[in-house]
C-alpha cells in the first residue's frame, strides 16, 4: 500500500489536462484551489498505515489475499460492508470533509458483480478484463474517479432523442482495438485526485440507446480527457494566504467537483466492462446507487460529528452551553445524525451474498439511508448556525483580526469567554460558516441521487402488495376486488 | 413450549383480581376486552410452532440447551439482538398490535446482567436465585408482566419526598422468609394475559431511596395484587357484537394496559432481585430501557407495515392508486418506517457482551430508535388519514350497514369501485381509524419511556468533549480555554 | 334573533329522518350521541344575546337592516370577513369543538355572489330567488346545513362515467314546479342540529354534466331526506351516563357528522339557485372552498387554544410546568397554533368586493390556512400528548373513581400534585384523550377539501410566470427561451 | 424625497472610516463589496418616486404634513403597518435581497413612542427632541443605520459582569453638552450605505446598568465611529469583474453587515434620547424588536418569491417543469412563503394605537411571523437546491464559459432545453447557489432576535391561564388547585 506522501507523488507524474477559472491549471498537484481535498484523499493512505485504524482502513484482496486498502477492496462479507461504513465515518470525523475515493471504490464494487451476471447470462469475458483492471489498481493502491452522471441535456427527453446526442457518454467508434467515447460526466468528486476513471452509464438504457451501454476505466490523463473544476462556495478563500477564513484550512469543507470530458477518448478493449449490453446498465446503475447511498451513512455522519462539536464548542465560546435550548439543539443535532448512521449501518449488516460472491446491501434501507441524508444535514446546519450566532453571516475577515489599524477592535469586540482566545472564536465560528454553506450540502442532496432517485427506489421495493394483503388479514377482508 | 391453546388454558387457571369499568371482571381469560390483546399474546406461542418462524420464534435456552420461545431468551450474541427485532416486526405485521409479551422479556434479560454485576460488586446472591427463575418461566413458557413504571405522583419531588409515600413501590416490611411491598405500576401492558409479574425499580435511586430499590417477581395472582384495566379509544366498540367497526377485530389495535396495585403483597426471598443496592437501581432501569426501546424499532415498524398496506388498500378502493400526490405519500411512510426499522437493527447488530455473558444493544443508538418513533407513527397516521379521506371520522356503524331500513344507502353510496364490496371498504377505513386513533400512538410516543427520557440519554452518550476535539483540530484550533 | 332555547325548541318542531347505529332516533333534539353537538349549535344562540360578544355575534343585515347573527350574515367589509374569523375563534375556545355552523353560513355566502353573476351572465333569476331565502334565514335566526361533499364512488371517474350515476347529487326529474333530486352528501357537520340544507355542486362540471351542476336549499325535514349519523370515536361514551370519560362532556370534541341520502327529494323553483349552467359551478365551489378554508384559520385555533390550556394544566396536574422541555413544548404549540390563526386573520384583512358587493377572502391566503390546519394540530396534538403523559392510554375509568371496591387505589395512585383532586387530574387527561384521538382531527385534515386541494389552489394561484420574471432580472437574464 | 442619484451623491459626501479585509477602504461609496449593496438601497429612493409604487413607497409626515419617504415614517394606523410590509415584499422581489433601510426606521419607530412614555413617567424631554431629528431624517430623506446588539461578550454575565465593561455599548463621561459612549455594536446591516446611526440598548438594563440605558443618534462619519465590513459568503465574486458568478450581480443576495466601534465617541444632548432611566430600555427593545419581526414577513416573502421564481425557470430550462415532484415542490415553497406573509399581514392588521399615537403591531404574531422566518427560509433553500440540481456545487466558473480553450465544452455540456442558452442556465444556477448559500440565510435566522428570542416572547403572551381556565370549563373542573 502506498504512503500518503508516495500516494502525492505518483499524482505529480500525471499529464492531467485540468481548467479552473479559465486557465489551464499547470501543476494541479500543487493548485491550492484543490490542495485541500488531495489531503483528504491523502489521509485514506495515512490511515492505512497507522495501527490503530488499520482494521477499518485495509482488507484481504480475494484475488491475491494481500492486504489492501479498504477503498480498493470488493466486499466479501456483511461485516466488509459495516467496515466500509465506520471506515467512512472515520475519515469524515477527520477530515470533516469529502475525502472522495469512495465513488470510484463503489464502482468498482458494482461492476464485480454486474460484470459477473453479465457473462453468465451474455457469454461475455468482462468478468476476468475487470478483475484484471481491479488487481492492478489494488497493487498500485490507485485511486479511482467513479463517473456516472451525466450531463443529460434536457431531462424530459431520452438519451437518443437529445437534439446534441452527445449528452450522455456514448461509443463513437468501434474499433479492432477498442472503442472510441464521447460525451461528458458532471460532478466528478476528487477527479484530478484519481489516477483512473471508471465510467458507468447514468440510467438503465433500453435496446435502442446500446451506444450509451458503455461501461470502462481510462487513466485520467488519457488523450482527449479534460477537467474542468467548479465553482464552490468561498472557493477562493484558498488563494488568500491566510487560514481562519477557510474554516478547514487543511482539508476545506468538501472535495473538489469537475466536469470531466470524453472528447473522442480511445479506449481498449481489456478496459472496457460493458458494451451494448443494456439491459445490463440497469442493474448496474441500480447496484452502484445501493452502494453509493449506503456511504452516506458513514461520511455525512462523520462530518456530523464535526459540525455538533463544532456547534458545542462555539456554545461554550459564547457561554451559553450549559442553556437549556442549547443543549435540546445539541441533542437533536445528534439524534439526527446517528438516524443516519444507524441506516446505514443496518443496510450493511443486512448484506447479501450476490453470484459473484461480492456482498450487496439491502437495497431498501440504503436508500432510506440517503434519503435521510437529504434532510436531517440540512437542519442539523440549521442548528448550527443557530447556536453559533449571527456572527456566521458578520464577521471581519483574518485579515481584519491581524490588522495594524483595526485589529484590536476585533481582538477586544470579538471576544466570547474571556479565557479563550478572539481568534479561536472566530476559527470555529469559520468553521460552521464554511460547513453550512459548504458544497458538501449539495453533496447531501445530491451526491448518489436526488431525492426523487431514492423515492423512486423506495417505492420500488416496498412490497406494497404484501403489506396490502396483512392489512387485509387484519380487517377481516377476504374477497378482494378482481 | 407451550401451544396457544394451552397458553388460554392456562390463563383460565389463574385467579386473577381484575376490574374493568368500575367492576370486577369475573372470568379475565374470556373478557371481551381483553380478548384481542389475548389473542395477540397467544399468536406469539402459535408462530413459534411454525416451521417457517421457528428460526426467529424460538431459541436455545443458554441455560438448559432446551429449544425455547425467543420471548424467554436471554441473548446471547449480536444476532440474538437482531432476531429478536425481526420477531418483533413478524408479530407487529401479523397483528397490527402490541402482543404485550416483550417488556417481561426485557425485565429478564435487563436483570441477567445486573444481577450478576451485583452480586460481583455486593456478595449478593441474586444471579443464581434470577436464574432459578428464569429457567422456571423457559420451562414453563410463561408470560411476564414487566412492571416498571411507578405512579409517580408529583414529578417534581424525590419518592421518599412525596406526601404519599407509597407513590413509587417500596418494600414495607422485611421479614425472615420475604419482603411485603406497597404501591402502584402504571401503565402495565397485557397485565391480565401474564402469569407473572416481574418487578423493578423505576428511577435510579439514592442512598436514602433504599426502599425504593426493589426488584422481585410475583405471581400476578398473588394476594394483594389488584389488576385496575385503563380505558382505550373506542374500547367498548369490543362488547358491541359485531366486528367492522373494532377495524381489527382479532387483535384489536393495541394490547390491553392496566394499573397494577400491590397492596402488600408479600415475596420470598427467592424471588427477590434486588433489595437496597441502590446503586444498581441505575444500571437495571437504563438497561432494560435500552432493550425496549431497541424493541420499537421492530414492533412499531411491523405495525406500520399494517398502516402502510392499509392506505395502499384504500387508495385502491377510492380509485386513487395512481395518482402522484398518493404515490408521494406511500413513499413517505415507507421510509419513515424502514428509518425505524433501520434503527432498531443497527443497536442490535452493534450490541455487545456484558460480563454475564448477555448481549445489550448499544444505547445510543437503542435511544435514536425510540425517539424516532415518538415522531415518526404520528406522520405516518397523518398520511394514513389524508390518504384515506373524510370518512375516517364520519362513517356510519357496521349495524347500520346491516340495517333493513338505510344499510340500502350505505351499501349503495358508501362504494368506492365498483367492483369492491362496500363492507371491504368500510373495514378498511375502520382499521386506519382505530390505528391512527388508538392507545397504540400513546405507546409510541410513552413506551419504553418518553421523549424527554431518550434525549436526556442521548446527550449522554454524545461524547461531546471527543466531538469539539474533532473540531478543534480542523479549526486549527491548539489552545484550549482552561 | 332567536335565544339558545328557541332554537333547541324549533328543532323539536323539526320532523327529521335520522338513523345511529342501525336504528332510527325517535327524537332527534334530544339524542344523547348529537346532544353535545346540540349544544355547540345552542351556543352561536347564546352568545348573540350575551353583550360581552354582541360585536363578533351579530351584524346587520345588508338586506334589511335588522340585527342578526353573524352566522346568517353576508360580509359587507374586510371587517366583517376579520370578525368572522374572531366569531369562531371565540366559539372554539368556548366549546374546545366544532360548532357547526359555519358551513351553512358559506354556503350562504358562496352563493350571494355566484347567484349575482349567473345572472349577469346568463340572464337567470337566481340572485332575487337566493335573497329570498337569505331574509327569510336572517328573520327566523336559521342554522343551515351546508351539503358539498358527494359520495363520489370511483374518483378515478368523472360523475358521468361512474357505474352508479348517483355518486353525485343530481336532477333526476325537472318539473314545472320544481326539480327532483337524487344522490348523498357525505360528511354533513351538524346534519340534525339544523334547519336547513342547502347543496351545492361538489366541483366543476362540464358541459355534458349539467344534471350535477344543482345548487337548491331544502327544509331538513324534507320527505326522502334521509340522516345517517356516522360514527366517531369514543362517541359511545356519551351514552354511560358519567361524564368524565367524555372529557368534554358539554360539547364533546366534535360536532357530529352524516351521510344526507336525497332519496328523489322535489325541491320547488324558488330554492333553487343553480340548475344546469355548469361553468358556474367551478366558481361557486372555489368561493365556497375559500370561505371555508379561511375558517379553520379561526375555529381552530380556538380548539388550539383549549389544548394548549389542557397541556399546560396537566403539567402543572403533574408537577413539571416549570421543566424547559415543558415550556417548549407548550411554546411550539403557541407558535403553531398563532401561525394558523395569523393565516386566517390575514386572507380575511385582505378581502376584495365582489360585483354582487359580497366581500372575499384573499384565495391563495385562505388556501395556505387551510394547508396549514392539514398539519399544524397533528403537531400540537403529538406535543399534547407528550406533555401529559402515558396515563392517555391507560387510564382506568370514572366508573373506577367511584367504584366501592377498587375507587381507593384509583384516588390514591392516580394523583399528581398533592393539591388536585385526582379527578380533576382525570378529567384532564380525559379532554386530552378526547381531543388527540377526536373527530376533529379529521376534520383538520379534510374538513374544506383534502391536502392537495389547497396545494393545487395554492399552485394555481402562485403566479408562477411572474416570480420566474422577478428572477430572470435579477439573475441578467434577458433572452428567454421561445 | 430625494432621488436615488442624490442619494448617491449624499454618501459620496461622507467621512467614513471604513475597513474591509484588514484595509482602509477609500472610497466607502464606490466599494465593489458594498456597491450592490448600495443599490439595494438606492431602490428605495428611485422606486418613491415612481408613481407605480408611490402608495406603497412614500407616506405622509404626521409632523409636518410633507409627502416622505415610508422608510422615514412612523405608522400611524393599522394602514401604514401592512403597508410597510407590503413595501418590504415588493423591494424584496425588486432586490432579491436585504435593503437594510428597515432597521433604522424601526429604531425610529419605536423611539417615537417610547420617548414619549418615559416623558411621561420621567418628566424628560426626550420625545421633543426625537421629533426634532425625525423632521431631520425625513425632510433630507435619509437613511439611518439602526444599531442594536451589543457585542456581547460571555453571554451567560450581565453587562456590568463581563470582564470587559466594554461588551455593551455604554457612557464613558457625561458632560455639560452631551455624553462620551464607547462599545461596539455588532451585525450593522448596511451600514456605510447609512447617514445617521441610531443606537439603541440590546436588552432590558436593570437599576445598576444605568451606563448602558443608552439610546441616541450620531452622524455615521463622526470622530471615534469606526466600521468594519464582515465577510459573507462569496463576497470576494464581486471583485473578480464578471457578473454571472455572482448570481444577482446589480444587489447581491444580501445587504453588508458591518461591527461598529464607538471609540469614545461624544454625543450631544440634542441626539440623545435615554439616558440611564434603565426601566424604558427593556420596552425600546421588545418594541423594536416586535416592529423589525414583522418586517420579515414582508422582505423575506419577497426575496422568496424570487427563490420560487428561480426554481420554477431552473426546472423549465431543465426539462423537469411538469414533473409532479417538482410541482409538489414548488407548491410547499409557495404555501411556505405565503405562511410568512400572512403571519407579516396579520401582526400589522391587528395593530394597536399606542399614547404617543404610532401604531404597534400585535406583538405575539409578530414574535410568530419571526419565528416562521428562522425555519421556512430554510426548507425554502432546500427544496431550491433540490430542484436545481447537482450543478450548483460543481458549476464551471463564468470565465470558464468564456475561456477560448474549455468555453466550448461549457457551452456544449451544460446545456439544459436546446433552445435555452447555456449562459442562462448558468445564470440562475448561480443566482440560487448565491441565495442559498449567503448571508441572507443568517439573517432570517439571526436578524431582529434568534429563535429563542421570540420563543420567549411567544411564551410571555401565550395567556396560558386563560387558556388553563377555558380547558377546565370544559372538563368540568370547579375547584383548581390553590
Excluded at 155 to 178: C, F, I
Excluded at 273 to 286: A, D, K, N, Q
Excluded at 321 to 350: D, P
Excluded at 364 to 381: D, G, I, Q
Aim: hydrophobic letters at 35%; a neutral charge; proline letters at 4%.
Amino acid at each position: 500500500m502506498k504512503t500518503a506522501e508516495e500516494y502525492v507523488r505518483s499524482l505529480k507524474q500525471l499529464k492531467l489536462n485540468v481548467y479552473f477559472f479559465g486557465q489551464k491549471v499547470e501543476n494541479p498537484a500543487d493548485f491550492p484551489i484543490t490542495k485541500p481535498s488531495q489531503n483528504s484523499v491523502a489521509l485514506t493512505y495515512a490511515l492505512a498505515h497507522d495501527p490503530a485504524y488499520s482494521d477499518l482502513m485495509t482488507a484481504t484482496s480475494h484475488l491475491t489475499g494481500d492486504r489492501i486498502n479498504r477503498f480498493t477492496h470488493i466486499p466479501q462479507s456483511s461485516e466488509d460492508l459495516v467496515k466500509k461504513v465506520k471506515m467512512l465515518r472515520l475519515l469524515g470525523q477527520k477530515t470533516g470533509a469529502c475525502f472522495q475515493r469512495c465513488v470510484g471504490m463503489d464502482a468498482m464494487i458494482a461492476l464485480s458483480s454486474v460484470t459477473y451476471e453479465t457473462d453468465q447470462k451474455s457469454g461475455s469475458k468482462y468478468y476476468a478484463r475487470f478483475n484484471d483492471f481491479l488487481k492492478y489498481v489494488q497493487r498500485e493502491d490507485l485511486v479511482c474517479n467513479g463517473a456516472m452522471t451525466d450531463v443529460k441535456g434536457d431531462r424530459g427527453l431520452r438519451p437518443s432523442k437529445q437534439q446534441d446526442r452527445d449528452m450522455y457518454v456514448r461509443v463513437v467508434e468501434k474499433r479492432n482495438d477498442g472503442v472510441v467515447v464521447r460525451g461528458a460526466k458532471a460532478h466528478q468528486t476528487g477527479a484530478t485526485n484519481a489516477h483512473e476513471i471508471i465510467v458507468l452509464p447514468t440510467l438503465a438504457m433500453r435496446d435502442d440507446e446500446k451506444d450509451y451501454a458503455i461501461a470502462f476505466s481510462t487513466p485520467s490523463d488519457s488523450p482527449g480527457v479534460v477537467h474542468i473544476i467548479g465553482r464552490q462556495p468561498n472557493d477562493t478563500r484558498r488563494l488568500e494566504g491566510g487560514e481562519v477564513d477557510v474554516g478547514n484550512a487543511k482539508y476545506s469543507v468538501a472535495g473538489h467537483e469537475a466536469i470531466v470530458v470524453f472528447d473522442d477518448v480511445f479506449v481498449p478493449w481489456d478496459r472496457v466492462y460493458l458494451c451494448g449490453e443494456s439491459e445490463f446498465s440497469g442493474p448496474l446503475v441500480e447496484r452502484f446507487a445501493s452502494y453509493h447511498r449506503q456511504n452516506y451513512g458513514g461520511c455525512k455522519t462523520g462530518v456530523g460529528d464535526v459540525l455538533i462539536g463544532a456547534a458545542a464548542t462555539i456554545a461554550e465560546y459564547n457561554g451559553v452551553q450549559e442553556a437549556s435550548h442549547v443543549k435540546e439543539k445539541l441533542t437533536e443535532m445528534v439524534h439526527l445524525n446517528e438516524t443516519m448512521y444507524a441506516c446505514g449501518l443496518a443496510c450493511s449488516h443486512e448484506g447479501y451474498k450476490l453470484p459473484s460472491g461480492t456482498y450487496c446491501v439491502n437495497p431498501l434501507l440504503a436508500n432510506s439511508t440517503k434519503h435521510n441524508v437529504t434532510r436531517f444535514p440540512f437542519e442539523m446546519a440549521r442548528l448550527a448556525l443557530d447556536i453559533a450566532g449571527g456572527l456566521v453571516g458578520t464577521l471581519p475577515s483574518e485579515r481584519d483580526l491581524k490588522s495594524p489599524e483595526v485589529g484590536k477592535y476585533v481582538e477586544k469586540y470579538l471576544k466570547g469567554l474571556a479565557t479563550v482566545p478572539t481568534e479561536n472564536r472566530m476559527r470555529m465560528i469559520r468553521l460552521i460558516e464554511n460547513m453550512a454553506f459548504g458544497a458538501g450540502m449539495v453533496e447531501s442532496l445530491h451526491g448518489a441521487g436526488s431525492p426523487q432517485a431514492q423515492r423512486i427506489m423506495i417505492l420500488r421495493q416496498a412490497q406494497l402488495e404484501a403489506k396490502k394483503k396483512l392489512s387485509k388479514d387484519l380487517a377481516g377482508i377476504k374477497t378482494d376486488p378482481s
